[in-house]
């Protein structure tokens, strides 16, 4: 966000590619390109002789020079070496121990043959320092803040392994935020008008996937629930199509593919761009300049044909939705919106396999950016934006997300013993207050209201009428659509108003407010009268 004195951004720094952005002077997030035109930068380094290369450039260099290329630093940082770690970035830059046990990526590109030895802060300081240079580059001013996106997952270490390279590359840092956050920001969901929202962010990247439940309310927003996964990711996707077009190079001309490690990188960098055109096409091409003994390639791939190559790929990604989901306590019908980012999430099929798991009135969104790589980057220039305007706090350095206290237990008003019309839902943000109106019959001058927290339950069968039977309760005029969702599991609180003899335009408004020490107030009103009765339920 730029004022008169301050320029502030927002950066998704991911483990395979970066993303830059500020919110322009149409009050709109713009992506920021980098020297080489394009929006999104690959998170690499290399180095040949003397020279370092970085985003696209080092990326290039994986064919010709995997041994001096680093890649995947960013979920290194904070983390002590591990075999396993090594073995992960095999086909890179080598990983070593240092005596203090940390991991070090090992450089042996200079002519002299001195080594070079770069920790994952090192290398982390180097390419935060190359964005900063983009940014302002860009903009033709200094950066004077930054908010930027961690995963969920990140344990306290790697948010300080962070805010230290930041610090060392020159990138004052505003707020970290966690990117299901800056997501669920981008998409609208921390905007006071957006109303209340249980919402699953389900981001895939090129490393991994993340799949998070976020309650919003009233412009607060809160993670639930999350788990990463790195079963599907962009890279699975791809292994798949290097698979497919290595087995016809093969049969083609007889000529081993796989066992060729150069080959496989020219292939993989090739089917990126194939992947990437499915998303809005039928047919991709796929061509590489002599990709082993000196064979050109040339093919294509349709999209049905693309689909079900990948088919059996998208499982983890739908088991760790549904795990997520039930681990928070909600049933699949209780989420309110699907909200994609991450790069490989524009694959068609992946969005119609997340979108069969749920019902036709959950929405599935990907329209918070031109690209879905681009999602979080707004959303932290949304973020920095309210930081600019002081609304938000930026006073904790490293916030490990939007993230405030919530209610425990779903609370409304009880329409019989086994439904609960919810007023404010489990997990809600705190504070919150929501108000609901209830008709009385006819004639009546007592309005009874029972308060009790609930749970959700598995929606009933279309075949049972129940509904026609709860439609003759009192409570049954409160405008929520979520009551047959819902059971009481506890009655904390019984009130009566005393009234005129109602008729047809008689409202009763009940309103719940909890505060931030959790305590639950509930006021019933009738407007015209003026009567009004409170209840006060300590938490």
Known sequence: MSTAAKTYIG???????????????????????????????????????????????????????????????????????????????????????????????????????????????????????RLRTTAEDYLGRKIDGAVLAVPVWFTEAQRSSIGAACADAGLPLLQLVTEPAAAALQYGLGRESAGDSVALVVDVGGTGSDVSLVAATGGLVSVVSSAHTTAVSGEVIDDVLVRHFAGEFTRANGVDVMGNARAVRKLRQAVEGTKRTLSSATTAPCAVESLADGIDFNSSVNRTRFDILCARTYAPLLETIEKVVGDAGYALSQVDQVLLCGGAARVRKLQSRVASLFPESTAVRDDAAEELDEVIAAGCAEQAALIAQGVAD????????????????????????DGLAPVLRKDTPLPASRSVRVALPKGETRAYIAVSEGEPVPPKPESEDDDE?????????????????????????????????????????????????????????????GRTVTAVIPQ
């Open 394 to 417: 930026p006073s904790v350095q490293a916030a490990a997300d939007l993230k405030v206290d919530v209610l425990a237990h779903a609370v409304g008003l009880q329409i019989d013993a």
């Open 469 to 529: 039977e709860a439609e003759a309760e009192e409570e049954e005029d409160v405008e929520e659509d979520a009551a047959p969702l819902y059971r009481p599991t506890r009655l904390l609180a019984e009130m009566v108003l005393e009234l005129d003899a109602a008729d047809e335009d008689t409202r009763v408004e009940v309103t719940f407010f909890v505060g931030t020490d959790k305590k639950l107030t509930v006021t019933a009103a009738e407007p015209v009268s």
């Open 11 to 129: 950066l998704s720094l991911g483990n395979h590619n970066s993303v830059i952005a500020i919110i322009n002077k149409d009050h709109r997030a713009e992506v920021i390109a980098n020297e080489d035109g394009e929006h999104k930068t690959p998170t690499y380094i290399a180095f040949s002789g003397e020279e370092e290369y970085h985003g696209s450039q080092a990326k290039h260099q994986i064919v010709r020079n995997a041994q001096n290329t680093v890649a995947g630093f960013r979920d290194i940082l904070g983390k002590a070496y591990s075999a396993s770690m090594a073995e992960q970035h095999a086909g890179f830059a080598a990983i070593e121990a240092e005596a203090d046990g940390s991991a070090v990526f090992v450089i042996r590109a200079s002519e002299s043959g001195a080594e070079l030895r770069l920790t994952a802060h090192d290398a982390t300081v180097r390419y935060l320092a």
